[in-house]
């Protein structure tokens, strides 16, 4: 349960050997691989050694090959996404699209890359949705055609025939009837004779055909359109309208046959859905080992591939390296420091809240894992916050319901662990605080002398509800406890890093001054002169270290400076002032406590001010299990949701703010195995291929 020692190590071997050599590492997953570059001096010409790596062109044409098959994959994908989109509810919005493969799916799926399987397929996926947009923009187009001239399908007038008349011409358009008017009016004026036969009409427009001598053809359009006449063009019907508009309807029916014999083609090809979603983080992770030889060192006689190993593997990559002629050369500690790529191993119950690890980021190399120190005061804070045991008893059975549903997951298995410890913790807090879904388990509503409501009063230490100043100052020790607890785990850090001037003058200062200081103010007197002088001499002592930790620090006159303000932490990492801003700040841990106790009693009232004695016995014990139960179960859900976000939220942040800041240094780089990984994709079974 810690930071793995990591070993760095370069690996030599013949240049003809590099496709080999990746392949084997990136086989095995246990480096971390690096580039190295050439120092100034060492007159090497890299000009010169590329000329080295013969196996180049033909990489880059796999990684170009790789390049293109990922694109078809993607847009392969997106279409699917497109024409089959998967819909999910709001709770399974919160759990990840997993796909899970066995060792031997993968190695399916590696043959079928080579013959090019899933090339072809997703090729004739690609071309299915050319063929299907054709036909889709052919229907839009007919609908709109048909749309255009349907209000002429009236007329049994065939237009081709018209347009080869010598003496009449037909003008079809739409007009409103006040213009139509006016337009008439117009054209009687000049003596200009013409013939209207409305097709149809709407409220403000008449669709309509004006007959007039093809001489006067020009003349007529001119003042129809003056009066805002928009004209249809229909000599291409070939036929009356109504036939067109059958001929239309026909082949918008064998459109449509097309496309539900294109749709039920590409349904075929969406049953291979998941088969291309492990095949494009195949080659997703193909790429990654063709681009790894980018990061390869080629001198005159040999190619050098450099990285980190865990020390426990070291003997593992040595044996692979000797099965390809390979020279693996380690260092004892690594030379980057707080740069080096950092791993964590923790045991099953453990890894669990590593989440809020990732929250935060890694912590350097030089320092240690905080997971199973921060389990406790996480897990306290969470149940002081939920603090009910039926709202404990609804999270574990919550969770266990979904790990079993998400049980090859071992993400959505980790964070319900989570919540099923805080639900442990929920459950334990709620017997001592003597909450049980709020009051429901009490005399109020079981009865006095009810042998259940005896058994919660024997498990109750103290009940929020009645002493809520008492259990204030209960949750403010708590929170100086584990403000000292942080500055231990400072000692715990510095010890590892044999730093003694901050073990002494920063850390030990701080664990007798902060206590010292709050006996004094707090106790006094109270608990005897033995423990007055002890707390006086710590807090002198304490003092002092503070002070000439400050002033080592500065030179000259700024000493005096120094050393005062370092009590308030501006030159420290901790002060009073921080620490009694942080210690009042535990605080939320009542307010959250309170507020699920009271809405929770809130709704056991409510539901039983429900009744209707007048109504008779049946119906009063009806309506007071359907409706009261309604509003016990609504209101307690909606409660412990609530109560279980914030618990979480405030836990996350007493941890992360007031405790990690005393101790922890975070955003190191993560160890990054060169293997198989994927965040969709989970090798479920392995055996050639390791999933971290």
């Avoid at 050599?21 to 050694?49: E, I, K, N, R």
């Avoid at 889709?136 to 709109?144: A, I, P």
């Avoid at 942080?486 to 000692?491: D, F, M, N, P, S």
């Amino acid at each position: 349960m810690a930071i793995d020692k990591v070993r760095e190590f370069a690996l030599a071997f013949p240049h003809n050997r590099e496709d080999q050599v990746l392949s084997c590492l990136f086989g095995a997953g246990m480096v971390h691989l690096t580039s190295y570059t050439p120092s100034d001096d060492s007159q090497v010409d890299t000009t010169a050694l590329s000329s080295l790596d013969i196996c180049r062109p033909e990489r880059e044409q796999s990684l170009s090959h790789t390049a293109e098959e990922l694109e078809l994959a993607s847009a392969t994908l997106s279409f699917f996404a497109e024409v089959d989109p998967v819909t999910k509810g709001l709770v399974q919005s919160f759990f990840p699209d997993e796909v899970y493969v066995s060792a031997a799916g993968m190695r399916t799926t590696a043959s079928m890359a080579s013959s090019n399987g899933y090339a072809d397929m997703m090729r004739s996926v690609l071309a299915l949705k050319v063929q299907l947009a054709e036909q889709r923009h052919r229907v839009d187009q007919l609908e709109q055609e048909r749309a255009t001239i349907l209000p002429w399908s009236s007329l049994p007038v065939d237009f081709g025939e018209v347009a080869r008349w010598q003496r009449i011409a037909l003008i079809a358009g739409t007009i409103s009837s006040l213009d139509m008017v006016r337009a008439l009016k117009r054209l009687l004026d000049h003596g200009t004779s013409v013939a209207v036969d409305m097709a149809s009409a709407t409220k403000n427009k008449s669709n309509v055909v004006v007959a007039c001598l093809r001489a006067q053809t020009d003349d007529v359009r001119a003042v129809l359109m003056s009066q805002g006449f928009v004209e249809q063009d229909l000599s291409h019907t070939n036929g009356t309208v109504a036939t067109l508009i059958d001929r239309m309807t026909e082949e918008l029916r064998a459109v449509h046959e097309k496309i539900a014999a294109l749709q039920l083609e590409i349904a075929s090809f969406i049953a291979h859905k998941q088969e291309i979603v492990v095949y494009r983080e195949y080659l997703k992770n193909e790429r990654t080992r063709l681009e790894a030889s980018h990061d390869i060192t080629r001198t005159e006689r040999c190619s050098v591939v450099t990285g980190y190993v865990r020390e426990v593997e070291v003997e593992s990559l040595e044996q692979l390296c000797a099965g390809f002629g390979g020279i693996v050369c380690m260092t004892g500690d690594t030379t980057a420091g707080d740069d080096t790529p950092v791993s964590i191993t923790n045991n099953k119950w453990i890894k669990p809240l590593e989440i809020l690890i990732n929250m935060f980021g890694f912590p350097v190399y030089s320092s240690f894992d905080p997971t199973v120190f921060l389990a406790i005061p996480f897990l306290l804070f969470f149940g002081l916050c939920l603090g009910d045991v039926l709202y404990g008893a609804i999270q574990i059975g919550i969770c266990s319901y979904f790990m079993h549903k998400y049980r090859q997951s071992r993400g959505v298995h980790n964070f319900m662990m989570v919540f099923v410890y805080g639900g442990v913790a929920a459950m334990v807090a709620g017997a001592l605080t003597g909450s049980w879904g709020g009051d429901l388990i009490s005399a109020t509503y079981l009865g006095a002398g009810n042998p259940i409501v005896r058994f919660v009063s024997a498990l109750t230490v103290i009940n929020p509800l009645q002493a809520a100043f008492q259990f204030l100052v209960i949750v403010w020790i708590i929170g100086a406890a584990n403000q000292l607890y942080g500055v231990c785990l400072a000692i715990f850090k510095a010890a590892r890093r044999h730093d003694r001037a901050t073990i002494i003058y920063d850390c030990v200062g701080w664990l007798l001054f902060l206590p010292a200081i709050s006996a004094l103010l707090f106790i006094g007197t109270k608990w005897g002169g033995t423990f007055r002088v002890g707390y006086l001499v710590a807090l002198v002592i304490g003092l002092v270290l503070l002070l000439l930790g400050g002033a080592r620090q500065s030179k000259g006159g700024a000493k005096v400076l120094t050393a005062i303000v370092n009590l308030y932490g501006i030159q420290s990492s901790y002060g009073v002032g921080s620490f009694v801003g942080d210690v009042l700040s535990y605080s939320r841990l009542l307010a959250l406590g309170l507020t699920t106790a009271i809405l929770a009693s809130a709704f056991n009232m409510i539901a039983a001010l429900i009744k209707m004695p007048a109504a008779g016995f049946v119906v009063n014990l009806l309506v007071r299990v359907v409706l009261g139960g309604t509003v016990l179960l609504f209101g307690h859900m909606l409660n412990y949701f609530m109560g279980t976000m914030g618990a979480f939220i405030h836990s996350a942040r007493l941890t992360l703010l007031e405790f990690f800041g005393r101790f922890y240094e975070g955003g190191a780089p993560r160890f990054r195995r060169f293997g198989f990984w994927s965040e969709i994709v989970k090798v479920v079974d392995v055996t050639t291929v390791r999933e971290k």
